[in-house]
């Protein structure tokens, strides 16, 4: 096929890259792509160790898509054997293990989300059981002479436990040179990850050479912040938005976001034009009181352009639009909501935290955490206290839990 030229090629795929090592290779590597008509193979290996993916993990699958768009090939590896060993990247301690089975059942849920942004047909899907059920104590003792101890205890998240005292287990010391194999195996022109697997994707560099094969360009995008603005986009933090939540939980909870993480958003999660990304950011940075609030540049407008982007990429266009009247109606004109769903419970009392984890799908944490900070109101009473019972008889009652979450909860006679 014909591939564009390299500086389109370059533009495409530097948008939103936090660091790349290194552009001149990369640079070489599509001069030599558009020479010999090869497409480059392109590497994002992910390893399933939950049933569901967040916005956070979509960065760096949206980059695949760009290099797929440009006609390269998109190697979606699927880590069925590194996630029984775990990533130790940034964790103060060892990772709970997981067996074949939940790999594999966490793998499925993910490629049906993973495909909402990725051609599947035109996807590469790979395991890298495929190589690594496959080895001898040999052969896994001729990957482990590749790199040293000391080598590994420049990652600051093992130099950091083995110095608090924390144990590391040997495993953990291979995970690198496992994913580093991965890039052999599948011999890799680029590999993509976030700033966080800048230790593994060059141990990707270092084996292939040693393997004979030209190093892989390594492209790293940023972590995003969640909700909060603060913390990095994780289930464990609660501030993140899951790929499947619904046009109107997804809508919402963009418009929520931090006003400098606008620009952010639009650029790593959206494929609206860089042009008018600019425009929304140099508006956002200008304080206009007079600035009608229906003007496509106000800053409610754009943010809703951002949500009405997302939902629409994830859903459906219609589905943005759905999301964005239920927002306006709920949240801006405060009204309740027509349908509201009914959950029911044992009658009598019990602790707010079951019913809100129950009715609304969050953690007992999350709930906690949503109380403590004022998001939860009962037949339109802000409840204050985590440790509160709450009594429940055949009569229903309204839960709002946040701005836009509404539930008729009562009590039914076992």
Known sequence: MAFPDVQ???????RGVEEIIHENEMRDRILGSIKTGRPLRIKLGVDPTASDIHLGHMVTIRKLKHFQDIGHTAIFLIGSFTARVGDPTERSEGRVRLTKDQVMEYAKTFKDQVFRILDEEKTEIRHNGEWF?????????????????????????????????????????????????DSVALECDVELGGTDQKFNLLAGRDIQIQYGQPPQIVIMTPLIEGLDGAKKMSKTEGNYVGVDDSPEEMFGKIMSIKDDLVVKYFTLLT????????????????????????????????????????????????????????????????????????????????????????????????????????????????????????????????????????????????
């Open 8 to 14: 389109t090629q370059m533009k495409h795929i530097m």
């Open 271 to 414: 494929s609206v034009d860089q042009q008018r990304v600019d425009q929304y950011s140099q508006a956002l940075q200008r304080i206009d009181e007079h600035l009608d609030s229906a003007d496509p540049l106000h800053p409610m407008q754009i943010k809703k352009a951002l949500a009405r982007s997302i939902v629409a990429e994830y859903h459906s266009p219609g589905d943005a639009k759905q999301g964005e009247e239920h927002f306006e109606r709920v949240v801006q004109r405060k009204e309740t909501p027509d349908e509201i769903p009914l959950r029911t419970f044992a009658q009598g009392a019990l602790p707010a935290c079951d019913i809100i984890a129950s009715s609304a799908g969050v953690s007992k944490g999350e709930a906690r955490r949503l109380i403590t900070q004022g998001g939860v109101r009962l037949d339109g009473a802000r409840i204050s206290d985590p440790t509160v019972e709450i009594t429940l008889g055949s009569q229903e009652r309204l839960l709002q839990v946040g701005k836009r979450k509404f539930f008729r909860i009562r009590g039914e006679s076992e």
């Open 133 to 181: 059920d496959e080895m001898s104590f040999e052969d896994c003792l001729g990957l482990a002479y590749r790199s040293t101890v000391a080598r590994m205890l420049e990652r600051n998240d093992f130099e950091k436990r083995y110095r608090e005292g924390n144990p590391i287990s040997i495993t953990e010391f291979l995970y690198p040179l496992m994913q580093g194999y």
